[in-house]
């Protein structure tokens, strides 16, 4: 996810909010993300990656916010600040329940070099701690994750499992209006995160609460 994916992502979402401001019900938008990470490299640098990037991430949440539902559907790899900026703004996120399907911050490589660890060790850690971990049933168990999507071929999927997965993007359009929550506050509410997956989370938030208040 590079500066042309970026700009490009940003500049679409834009125009829809544009075409559908006068519009009561406004149009689902749907994140298809399979991206193994974010562009690096020189011109990148130079061109400011991240302001692009940045631009993908406002846009999302501009849309979100302006009352358009957004539903992300992971059917391949989420890491790094490319699911940061195509995909972590949607209102719920589904995914395909496949051992391909890979979520993370970041690559095991990058991941290795920064802790000054091992793939293998690494491997191993996540075994325990599922916000290490790569498999996207890890990534359920942390609460953020509306629906895993199980019998899907990613690849070759057949016309019964095609509907399945639309049947599912629907189902996650008319929670979000059934909510009428705009924000992402879902993530740390879900019964998941509630009952295990956030609970640090949560607690530290209400003790920044308290502390503001």
């Not at 834009?14 to 019900?25: F, G, H, P, V, W």
């Not at 992971?74 to 699911?83: E, H, L, N, T």
């Not at 920064?114 to 290490?132: G, H, Q, Y």
Request: aromatic residues 6%.
């Amino acid at each position: 996810f590079g500066l042309q994916e970026a700009w490009t992502v940003a500049k679409y979402v834009r125009e829809a909010i544009e075409e559908d401001k006068d519009l009561t019900n406004k149009r689902l938008i749907v994140p298809i993300v399979d991206v193994p990470g974010q562009a690096f490299g020189y011109h990148e640098e130079l061109f400011g990656i991240y302001l692009a990037c940045a631009a993908s991430v406002e846009a999302y949440a501009v849309a979100r916010q302006s009352g358009h539902p957004i539903v992300t559907c992971v059917v391949g790899k989420a890491i790094s600040g490319a699911f940061l900026a195509h995909g972590m703004q949607g209102n719920r996120t589904i995914s395909l329940d496949d051992s391909d399907v890979q979520v993370h911050v970041m690559s095991k490589k990058s991941a290795a070099l920064v802790t000054m660890r091992t793939v293998e060790e690494l491997d191993e850690f996540a075994k325990s701690v599922p916000s290490m971990a790569y498999d996207v049933q890890s990534f359920q168990t942390l609460g953020a994750l509306h629906e895993l999507i199980d019998g899907i071929n990613a690849d070759e999927p057949s016309e019964e499992q095609v509907q399945k997965v639309l049947h599912s993007i629907v189902m996650a359009k008319e929670d979000i209006i059934q909510s009428g929550d705009r924000t992402l506050a879902n993530r740390i509410q879900s019964t998941v995160a509630v009952e295990n997956g956030r609970k640090a989370s949560i607690a530290v938030r209400e003790k920044i609460a308290q502390q503001w208040n």
